[in-house]
């Protein structure tokens, strides 16, 4: 499967981890893609906002918040359609501690 080279780089990078766990079809390829445009996305307007140190524009709350918001919504959805928001359990049937 060809990683998209629009994506950034640590995008890239976690679409080759994926490819490598899991077998993807073209279309699971296609909601992975889509969710790492999401989360590219979601990080550029972050970013953006941060430049901005300031969550106002003209007394009104930055647009730049709802892109973030959507694109991080839209990112975690197609990484639940996946199935790959799944914590692993632990031997005792608790969520294995990630840090």
């Known amino acids: ?23 993807l079809t073209e279309d699971s390829g296609l909601i992975l893609q889509a969710a790492l445009e999401s989360w590219d996305r979601c990080q550029q307007a972050r970013s953006e906002i941060a430049k901005g140190e300031s969550l106002l524009v003209d007394g009104k709350r930055n647009p730049l918040i709802d892109i973030e918001r959507q694109a991080y919504s839209l990112f975690l959805r197609a990484f639940r359609q996946l199935g790959l928001d799944i914590t692993p359990l632990g031997p005792h049937g608790a969520p294995v501690k990630r840090f």
């Open 1 to 23: 499967m060809t990683i998209p080279k629009h994506l950034s780089a640590d995008s890239r990078r976690i679409y080759r981890k994926i490819a490598a766990d899991y077998e």
